[in-house]
Each structure stands twice: as C-alpha cells, then as structure tokens.
C-alpha cells in the first residue's frame, strides 16, 4: 500500500466501539509525536464513549455500518484515503474482513485482556474474559498485544503482561488490574511496533 512508504509520518486509525479508555490513552501518549499520528477513529456503535474522545481531541470519526464492512468494500477506500498505514483495534468486536487483514497485514494490533492463547476466541471479550479466568481458578491473568489475522484473537503475540488473580476478585476487580496494564503498554507497544516496521525512519 502507497501509504506504508512514507517515511516521514505514521497516521493511525483506532477501531473502537466501547467506553474508550485505551483510546484515550493512546490517543495522549502520541500528541505531538514526530513519526506517528493518531488520525482516525473507526466506530461502528453510535453513542460509544470513544466517540466523546474523538471529539474532546477534534480527531475525525468513521463511523461503520455492518453491510459495507462485511459485504462491501470494507471501507478500505476511506482507510486509504485518509492515509492510514497502521490501525490499532482497541476494544473493537467485530471480525475484521480479509480486505484489510490482506492490505494491512503487519500492520494491525489487538490488545486482549487475558494470556492467549487462553481466554480468546469468538464471545469471548470484557466480562466474558474475566468471569471465565476467575470460574477456572487461575492465579494469573494478563493483557496480550497481538499482530491481528483471519481468526478472533490470533496473529502473532508481541507483548504479554501479567497480574494476580486473588481469591475474592469479581470481574469488575480484575478488569480494573487489567485495564491499568493496558493503559500502561498498549501506547509503548504500538510505538515501538510501527518504529521498527521497515520503511519507517527511526
Ligand atoms: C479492553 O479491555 C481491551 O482489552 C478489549 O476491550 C476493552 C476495551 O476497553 N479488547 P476500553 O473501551 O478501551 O475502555
């Protein structure tokens, strides 16, 4: 793709259609960045909290709807038209189609909130991840950031992180340990990611 050779600037969609948090904090650590740019934000859920994000960094919103994704053009064109080399899935549920896992093969990150391979796969996302970690009694959950492929939580792992599952954690109090790793390298992971892709200045 045109955009993967221009060295002088990374431009990055984020797809979310949650709360936003990781978004946000993505979003915060790349102000005024010198290769990178936060340009997009795709969203396929009207009301998410990510779009008030969007909007609090005046950062342009794509907001996608189901039949262009899956059985259209996968709103590659616009992708490209906005010049984006990377995307960042964070917190975004919907499978992504092989228009874009092919265009953006490489350049595609997801963050799951447990230790894949355990804990990931179709259905299994926010609450889901944590109850099922705490009703099999593990002792460790995590965060994994993975390159995105064809299947739901797959694609080479590039970063794991890991916190202690106590006995009295619910879901909300593991998700709360999990979202504070997350918040910590999701940025730092995706900059060193782009920074080493060939092509770009480092
Ligand atoms: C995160 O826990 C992430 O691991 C998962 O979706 C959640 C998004 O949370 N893929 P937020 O919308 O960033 O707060």
């Not at 996608?64 to 010049?83: C, H, S, T, V």
């Not at 460790?140 to 694609?155: N, P, R």
């Not at 918040?183 to 080493?196: C, D, G, N, W, Y």
Request: charged content about 15%; glycine content about 10%.
């Amino acid at each position: 793709m045109s955009t993967f050779t221009d060295t002088s600037l990374t431009r990055v969609a984020i797809f979310a259609s949650g709360a936003g948090s990781n978004a946000r904090k993505i979003i915060e650590y790349f102000q005024g960045h010198p290769q990178i740019i936060i340009a997009l934000v795709v969203c396929n859920k009207p009301g998410a909290g990510v779009l008030n994000i969007a909007a609090d960094f005046s950062i342009p919103v794509l907001t996608i709807e189901k039949e262009r994704f899956f059985r259209g053009d996968a709103y590659l064109p616009d992708l490209q038209k906005a010049g984006i080399g990377f995307i960042v899935l964070a917190g975004f549920l919907w499978k992504i189609p092989s228009a874009l896992i092919t265009a953006y093969s490489g350049h595609m990150l997801n963050i799951h909130p447990a230790l894949l391979p355990k804990y990931g796969g179709k259905g299994m996302y926010g609450n889901f991840v944590h109850e099922a970690v705490i009703a099999a009694g593990e002792k460790e959950s995590g965060i994994t950031i993975h390159l995105v492929d064809g299947e739901y939580d797959h694609g080479g792992t590039l970063f794991q992180a890991t916190c202690e599952v106590v006995p009295d954690d619910t879901p909300a109090t593991l998700a709360r340990r999990i979202h504070e790793l997350e918040h910590l390298h999701f940025a730092p992971v995706i900059e060193k990611t782009i920074l080493s892709l060939p092509g770009v200045n480092r």
